[in-house]
């Protein structure tokens, strides 16, 4: 874990209010693995105060880690404002990331929206692998329209098979990321892993979708408010199902990659 | 420089001491620097039974602030004593543990059976949570409420006792005095402020908690908590653990010239986990730049 103060190599916009940030953090391809994050402190006064989170989107060469993030707030906003060279503070790589089951023999990525911020290093680091190919992998990605699907062509240029879908038919299929993913679960050899990230809509109709396939995996990341990063403050809970009633677990420390049978209803 | 100071009858070897709930069991930042750095740690708080916390979602930001409603997440005494407490042997820095209830018998069971334990160096009452529907802060506004319960513990334990108050009350003194009269050793202040974050849009409130109500905390809350500080520093003869969004050197030594004789920092220890560690050798550098020659020369020097 590591606390350090990174140049930022590029920040660029992408449209439809999001933006890709290169980061210059010696090492980090060693270091991190995919659905890990890096918590990032905007601006330099107490306002905001909290650092944000942020997966790791992928990595770049050895010593470069890149986010994807929407500007929703004050913070992403004040760091939509960075160029090249400019620095700022940051902790991480921190939480527990996505493993890909060694039963698995097809993997299904789901992404909804800027849900793919996570799932593209997943990508990056399946294929480089050996683990998800052509024949053994898919990655479906889903947004309300077009302008809202992001790094189609990152997972392309991985050589892995690629679904877009969209609720208003802009691109892609027209539905949802689940409606294609539940035909690739009906049609998949094999034991299924799945791995997902989305607004929470997309989890609860993916959850009830793997319903009909009990054999299948799921590991979600899961995405809620943290102030440190690191299991000290408790303030990211999410609800998990624990013998004899329900738990919290943390989202930063026990996540943000969660078994989706262990997530309580309604997450 | 000698940063030393006695609470009473506890010596610490700087003033500078972790709050509780912002510094987990006392380990969780034992990767980027030693916890032996620091003058004290104060436990997340503990109750009998084993928590889980309150609903999500739990935090919010608020304009150079926190808003918090955790509920008391822990393990429960008997967890506590079992699985992490043995882990704190090694730490050279003085160690309070925490306490809460919902009833005085759950704070007197508590101090009784910590104070068991040689590693335990000091006890905080909690009586100042804002996130708990019994118990908790409903004790803390009442003056004859603590003065009641810090008598009971008082009698439980031979440990030094801090009694944590809440800023939620019209004349914290008052208070301070009835902790004083029931036989705390130390003042701790101030717990959070109940706050509320809306999201108009929704008409909901931004946390879950009771009512969608939190404790405030960060640096926001600063000129209240100094202004605090020296109201109680004024009413009482005991020491006073200042906090309050204390995220620096200098905000540290504020609190130190109204009245704290040590003081504790919470909210900067989840934005800056080097907060603590960076703390202790920043305030001998500004004192030494002054040239004060001892940091118990400075307590309460505020001028009236």
Redesign the interface.
Known sequence: ?L?RTATIEWNDSMGDAVCEMGISLPGIAAAARPGQFLMI?SGR???????RPFSIHRIEGEDTAVILYRIAGAGTAIMSQAGPGDRISL?GPLGKGFEPPASARFHVIVGGGIGVAPLLFLAQSGVGEGIFTETTSIAIIGAKSSAGLHAVERFSSLHMKVLTATEDGSAGTRGTAVDLAGRALSSAPGPVAVYACGPRGMITALAAVLRMHPAATCQVSVE?????G??????????VRKAGG???AAACRDGPVFDMNILAEGT | MDLSVKLGPLALKNPVIAAS????FGL??A??FSPSLLGGIVLKSLTREPR???????????????L?S?GL?NPGLDRFVSDVLPSLSMLDTRIFASIAGGKPGEFVHLASALSEHRRIDALELNVSCPNQAEGGMAFGTSPKAVESLVTQVRKATKLPLAVKLTPNVTDIAEVARAAEAGGADIISLVNTFLGLMVDWRKRTPQIAGLRGRGGVS???IKPMALRMVRDVFKAVRLPLIGMGGI?CASDALEFIVAGASAVQVG?A???N??ACAELPAEMARLLESECISSLSSLVGTLAD
Request: aromatic share 4%; net charge neutral; proline share 11%.
């Open positions: 874990m606390l402190k006064g107490t306002d905001p105060l909290l650092r902790l809620e408010r943290m102030a440190c690191m299991g000290v403050c408790r303030g990211c809970a999410v609800p329900k738990a919290y | 709930g912002t510094f987990g969780d930042f990767e980027l889980i916390g309150n609903p999500a979602p739990r935090i919010a930001e608020t304009p150079s602030g926190l918090n955790i997440e960060g640096p926001a995220s909210t220890n989840l934005t986990p080097m």
